[in-house]
């Protein structure tokens, strides 16, 4: 008799997962309709009876996966290609959108170990390189890149994460021609003609400077007051004094009273042997605090080099009982001569 019930048990128990499994097709066949017609909302909740009736079908957790996505619900999309993975760890679709979904939640290395995993995925090398340079992992960013680039020299992007790669590796003489070749393939960027300008005018090379700050601007570049100080600064370094000084008056302009401005911009205009454009701001600070040592000092130094060294020699005494520490200076022009 005990037999008898446990065979029935038994039969019953067969009938009802045969029952769950068709069932469980059904509404995966209902889901993939839906789906067809992009009604995404519908589709998902077919694919959940599918998966509820019958938690091992893979294609209802995949399927419901895309059209989360579809929907840009990334939570729901990780948890159904996570279990996909968790039942059948070599599945490479699923693989494929986790290294994606970690590379979008700035899970980086989590997006490096499932794209080392995802066996003929053509964006997986890309997703390790870009993972390795967002993690400031710099040097594997740079082999990783090479390797990409090597393949696919014309990639814009991935020419310019190698130069920002050598940027923030402090190697600028790299970085350079590097950022030249990434505009040269993509000229509607204005950050990378900024940062070029930048690094340009970090090395001296106030011309170039110029060109890629008016290109960035030329592109939709914001510019900020650090912007304008920047480009005025470069037209000055480059011999273009009106341009250079019209900027940054602007900026003064809208900052009155900022008199370390002004300090530089004597500063510029003497370093450029410019003494009178010189001597002309030492004057707006001097009408702004008579007592400003430093600029009477910078104008003494424009005199002397005007050829009128007693002058100017007096100039830069007063300005040194004004204020003691610029002795030093005088002592170093002592020592190095003028």
Not at 34 to 40: D, L
Not at 126 to 133: G, N, Q
Not at 232 to 241: K, T
Request: aromatic share 12%; glycine share 6%; with cysteine.
């Amino acid at each position: 008799m005990k037999k008898k019930f446990a065979t029935c048990l038994f039969l019953i128990s067969i009938g009802l997962f045969s029952r769950a499994q068709d069932s469980s097709s059904h509404f995966f066949q209902k889901g993939l309709e839906e789906k067809a017609g992009k009604k995404y909302l519908l589709a998902s909740n077919y694919f959940e009876k599918a998966t509820t009736l019958n938690p091992r079908f893979i294609a209802a957790y995949l399927e419901n996966g895309h059209v989360n996505l579809a929907m840009r619900k990334t939570d729901a999309a990780m948890q159904n290609f996570t279990k996909v993975h968790e039942l059948e760890p070599q599945n490479n679709t699923a693989i494929k959108e986790l290294a994606d979904l970690y590379f979008n939640y700035r899970q980086y290395q989590k997006a490096i170990d499932f794209a080392g995993k995802c066996k003929g995925c053509e964006n997986s090398e890309r997703i390790i390189a870009m993972s390795y340079f967002k993690m400031e992992d710099y040097g594997n960013a740079e082999k990783a890149l090479q390797g990409l680039l090597e393949k696919n020299a014309n990639d814009a992007e991935l020419t310019y994460t190698l130069a920002k790669t050598y940027f923030e590796m402090e190697l600028e003489t790299k970085a350079i021609p590097v950022y030249v070749k990434a505009i040269g393939l993509d000229g509607s960027k204005s950050l990378w003609s900024h940062e070029l300008g930048l690094l340009y005018y970090n090395n001296n090379n106030f011309k170039a400077a110029v060109i890629y700050f008016n290109k960035a601007a030329e592109q939709g570049f914001i510019q900020s007051n650090d912007f304008k100080e920047n480009l005025g600064f470069a037209y000055i370094y480059s011999g273009e004094f009106e341009k250079g000084e019209k900027l940054l008056l602007d900026i003064i302009a809208r900052k009155p009273g900022d008199k370390e401005m002004l300090r530089i911009i004597a500063d510029a205009y003497y370093q450029q042997k410019q003494y009178d454009k010189s001597l002309e701001f030492c004057q707006k600070l001097l009408e702004m605090d008579m007592k400003d040592g430093k600029a009477l000092y910078q104008a003494g130094l424009c005199f002397q080099k005007k050829g009128q060294k007693q002058r100017g020699q007096q100039m830069c005494d007063k300005a040194i009982e004004l204020d003691p520490s610029l002795n030093s200076l005088r002592q170093k022009r002592d020592i190095g001569g003028m």
